[in-house]
T-cell receptor, first 115, second 117 residues
C-alpha cells in the first residue's frame, strides 16, 4: 500500500551540528516529495520539495536527498539552531495524484536542539 | 504570500453537538482543498478532498455522514463534525492547492483545535 514512514521518532543534536532526518517511502511510483516542519500547535510549514527526476535539491541551510533505488528520502539541516526544534514530516504525492495537492504524510521525527 | 486561514483556532463543544470549522484561501482561488486530522504526537491523516461545487471525496475509514464537507466557493471549505464525541477531539488542519498555478503549490492553515467535553 501507499505509506511514508520515518526511521527515528526523535533526534537530538547539539546546536551548530548538522542534522539528518530520514524517511522511507513505499510507493515507487510517487513522483513528488515535500518536507514540512511543524511547531507545537501550528500547521505544517513548507521547507523544501523534490521531484523524482532529481536526486538532490538545496535550499537555505537545508538539503533534500532522494534515493529512488531504495525509496529513501532525507533532510539535512546545516548548523542546526534552537529554532529548528520541531517535528519534521516527509510527505509524498500518492500515485495518480500528481499536482492535485493531495499528500500522504509520514510519522514524523522530533528534532531537539541542545544549546 | 498566499495564506490559508482557519476559523476557529480552537473550539470546545459539548458531546452530541455539531461544530463547524472553516478553511479560507485569502488571496488565491482553490478548487481543491484537503482536510487532515492530527492526534497528539501523531502524523497528519488525510480525511477528505474537498472539491468546489461537487461532493467531497473521503478517505477509507472516514465517515461521510459524521464529517460533512462543503466547498461552495473557490475560497471556502467547511468541515462540520456532527454529533461530536470526545474521541473526535483532535487538531484539524486544512490545505489548499492554488488552482491558477502549475504544479503542486500547497498551503496549509494553522489548524483548529477541537475539544469535545
Amino acid at each position: 500500500g501507499e505509506s511514508v514512514g520515518l526511521h527515528l521518532p526523535t533526534l537530538s543534536v547539539q546546536e551548530g551540528d548538522n542534522s539528518i532526518i530520514n524517511c522511507a517511502y513505499s510507493n515507487s511510483a510517487s513522483d513528488y516529495f515535500i518536507w514540512y516542519k511543524q511547531e507545537s500547535g501550528k500547521g505544517p510549514q513548507f521547507i523544501i520539495d523534490i521531484r523524482s527526476n532529481m536526486d538532490k535539491r538545496q535550499g537555505q541551510r537545508v538539503t533534500v536527498l532522494l534515493n529512488k533505488t531504495v525509496k529513501h528520502l532525507s533532510l539535512q539541516i546545516a548548523a542546526t539552531q534552537p529554532g529548528d526544534s520541531a517535528v519534521y514530516f516527509c510527505a509524498e504525492t500518492p500515485h495518480g495524484s500528481s499536482n492535485t495537492g493531495k499528500l500522504i504524510f509520514g510519522q514524523g521525527t522530533t528534532l531537539q536542539v541542545k544549546p | 504570500g498566499a495564506v490559508v486561514s482557519q476559523h476557529p483556532s480552537w473550539v470546545i463543544c459539548k458531546s452530541g453537538t455539531s461544530v463547524k470549522i472553516e478553511c479560507r484561501s485569502l488571496d488565491f482561488q482553490a478548487t481543491t482543498m484537503f482536510w487532515y486530522r492530527q492526534f497528539p504526537k501523531q502524523s497528519l491523516m488525510l480525511m477528505a478532498t474537498s472539491n468546489e461545487g461537487s461532493k467531497a471525496t473521503y478517505e477509507q475509514g472516514v465517515e461521510k455522514d459524521k464529517f460533512l464537507i462543503n466547498h461552495a466557493s473557490l475560497t471556502l471549505s467547511t468541515l462540520t463534525v456532527t454529533s461530536a464525541h470526545p474521541e473526535d477531539s483532535s487538531f484539524y488542519i486544512c490545505s489548499a492547492r492554488e488552482s491558477q498555478k502549475p504544479g503542486n503549490t500547497i498551503y496549509f492553515g494553522e489548524g483548529s483545535w477541537l475539544t469535545v467535553v
